[in-house]
């Protein structure tokens, strides 16, 4: 932040968003079918203040890597909670950092946003010496999580039956020609490889799925597929991919984890052609 920041105000805007959304408030414990959601009562999130103003330019950034690592890798009790703590760090007068850790079992890379946006919305709310003032929610996580138990969406059971039988068989291994032999254990070790595509290629792309009514994503993947096919001498590939899961309208501005992750099972048998694996 760029400015003297509110320490105040950021402390009033924070419990803000606690107190909207009971996921933050929740804890889980174990009870006779599984782990249960218990809510607490609204709460005021402490934030410890770090202040590095006095150091020198390295070594204030140096601690304050420090700080937020150690902070970020502090463990959570999901029975005791809470499952959301915040450290700010003083660079500055005018340069401050915040750092708002919350366990993954309460949030997803979408609720992120909202969670950034809303505290943003009470802070300056809150400076203005106002009461925030954010639509109100129509339902809150539990009331999702009640929908995917009571049986209430008719498809559900068709929808079901459609993963039952699509993952039924057991799941191909992709054995790809590498230089090393696969692990008896997957690594955590990983990277991140980024290419950048022209705009005009990313056009075709989707251009090319309009016409068999398929989104860029199914083309993409469909890519993937096929490189995979050809590079393994495989006729049938599976595709992890991670997806949003908020399919009604009322889940849009909740923070919550939502988030699932689907096993694309794709079969490549009988050499089609590309725009047939497409549809």
């Excluded at 009790?77 to 959301?84: E, K």
């Excluded at 992120?112 to 925030?132: I, K, M």
């Excluded at 995979?228 to 909740?254: C, F, K, S, Y």
Aim: hydrophobic share 45%.
């Amino acid at each position: 932040m760029d400015h003297a920041l509110d320490v105040t105000a950021l402390r009033s805007s924070l419990a803000d968003v606690v107190a909207r959304h009971a996921v933050l408030r929740t804890t889980l414990r174990l009870g006779p079918r599984g782990p249960v959601q218990h809510i607490a009562p609204p709460f005021v999130v402490e934030i410890p203040v770090v202040d590095l103003s006095e150091m020198a330019r390295d070594e204030m950034d140096a601690r304050c890597q420090a700080v937020l690592s150690e902070h970020a890798r502090a463990p959570f009790d999901l029975a005791r909670g809470p499952l959301i703590r915040a450290v700010l760090v003083r660079l500055e007068t005018t340069r401050s950092v915040l750092l708002v850790t919350t366990h993954h079992v309460v949030t997803d890379g979408w609720s992120q946003d909202v969670f950034e946006r809303e505290l943003a919305a009470c802070y300056e709310a809150r400076l203005r010496g106002e009461e925030p003032r954010l639509p109100a929610l129509e339902l809150q996580y539990a009331d999702y999580a009640v929908w995917q138990t009571d049986g209430r969406d008719p498809e559900q059971g068709k929808k079901l039956d459609y993963w039952l039988n699509n993952l039924a068989a057991p799941l191909p291994v992709l054995e790809l020609p590498t230089t090393e032999q696969r692990g008896p254990r997957a690594p955590t070790e990983g990277a991140t490889a980024r290419i950048d595509v022209e705009a005009d290629v990313v056009d075709r792309l989707a251009a090319l799925g309009r016409r068999d009514g398929a989104t860029l994503f199914m083309v993409l993947v469909a890519a993937y597929a096929t490189l995979l096919h050809r590079v393994a001498g495989q006729d049938e590939v599976v595709i992890g991919t991670p997806i949003a899961n908020r399919n009604h309208g009322q889940t849009m501005e909740l923070i919550g984890y939502f988030a699932n992750t689907l096993a694309l099972r794709i079969d490549l048998s009988g050499a089609p052609t590309f725009r047939e694996l497409v549809r």
